[in-house]
């Protein structure tokens, strides 16, 4: 009798179970519907300033983010990507533009994409910006999570990682500003304190990279918002490349190379000179987290995770052919000092 009362109480317990548990066969349970195959599912907010100064942030943004996501997904089991975008500037006091945009997630990636290629840096001018405005409308305001749908019926999906981008290079207002405007804070009341704690409520890990431009201050807040997060920083590393090698070696048919280059050549950073655009870690950086995050719900990639910054950038993409390893000393050729440290200079962001 006590064995048949124990299986009854058991039968009761697994009734009332959530519908929906993660097993170990490859694939969600739902006692209604059967199997549904288990896919890691990430949802990827990138939070951008687009104020006059991040010019070659967006465009490694515009020109790295499919490749990314081709690159994330080539795992196993393949994850699915949802991918939404937030960019801000500042408010009506310090820009008549707009005060941020708003993408929702998505997978579809030519709409993503779509959005993202009219992205245009301008305005600012000022040190800080509306970072804390930009970071709460992706917390607050996106559709984070899953529904999978199985023969007409919503099944709320286990697991789901919620990650964010934050990429600028200014503080938010009112923090170590001189910023006359606004030096008390965001107008609207948000401040990055409260863009933590509510990431942190929701199970969102912030990813921060800034810009050469930011100031001490800003680097303080951009490093808090990571490491309270779960995620971490970078500083991006910028170097010169010739504007048109640029797109073809990002896989760009020639049509596009043309028309891409020709519009980069209008951006601020564009050196008539050496016909050289900036470009930078960014890209790196956010693949190799995104992986990182990947591999943390249980996916393989064939290729390594290189997850170091300071293997990002090879000595020779800034001094070209003018450093080689030398086998025997008699056979060296006499080295051109002018012509190395001028390579150099050439492509060192300060020097400009």
Not at 100 to 116: A, E, P, S
Not at 171 to 179: F, M, N, Q
Not at 180 to 198: F, L, T, V, W
Request: glycine fraction near 8%.
């Amino acid at each position: 009798m006590k064995v048949i009362s124990l299986l009854m109480a058991l039968l009761v317990i697994m009734s009332i179970l959530p519908i929906v548990s993660a097993d170990d066969v490859g694939c969600v349970q739902n006692q209604d519907v059967g199997c549904v195959q288990y896919q890691p599912r990430i949802d990827v907010v990138f939070v951008i300033d687009s104020t006059g100064s991040m010019a070659d942030e967006i465009r490694t943004v515009q020109t790295h983010l499919t490749k990314i996501i081709k690159e994330v997904e080539n795992g196993q089991p393949r994850p699915y990507l949802r991918v939404g975008l937030v960019t801000y500037r500042d408010h009506e006091l310090e820009e008549s533009g707009y005060l941020y945009r708003k993408f929702d997630l998505t997978d579809n990636t030519n709409k993503i994409m779509n959005f993202i290629w009219e992205i245009e840096a301008s305005g600012g001018g000022d040190l800080p910006e509306a970072v804390a405005d930009g970071l709460d409308v992706a917390i607050n305001q996106m559709d984070w999570g899953y529904t999978v749908y199985n023969q007409n019926q919503a099944i709320s999906y286990p697991e789901t990682k919620r990650i964010i981008f934050l990429i600028g290079d200014a503080a938010p207002h009112g923090e170590g500003s001189t910023d006359r405007s606004y030096a008390q804070g965001c107008p609207d009341g948000h401040s990055h304190k409260q863009n933590i704690e509510d990431a942190r409520n929701k199970g969102i890990v912030i990813y921060t990279a800034s810009g050469s431009g930011i100031d001490s201050v800003g680097v303080n807040i951009f490093r808090q918002i990571a490491s309270l997060t779960g995620g971490s920083y970078t500083q991006l590393s910028y170097m010169r490349q010739d504007v048109e090698q640029y797109y073809r070696d990002e896989g760009f048919a020639e049509e596009q190379v043309k028309t891409y280059a020709t519009e980069a050549k209008k951006s601020p950073d564009y050196d008539k000179k050496t016909n050289s655009i900036l470009t930078n870690t960014l890209g790196v950086f956010a693949k190799a987290s995104m992986q990182a995050e990947a591999m943390d719900m249980g996916v393989e990639y064939d290729e390594p995770v290189d997850d170091n910054p300071d293997d990002w950038i090879d000595v020779t993409d800034i001094t070209g052919d003018s450093v080689v390893e030398i086998e025997d000393e008699e056979e060296a050729p006499k080295v051109d000092l002018y012509g190395f440290f001028k390579g150099i200079f050439d492509k060192l962001v300060f020097w400009r």
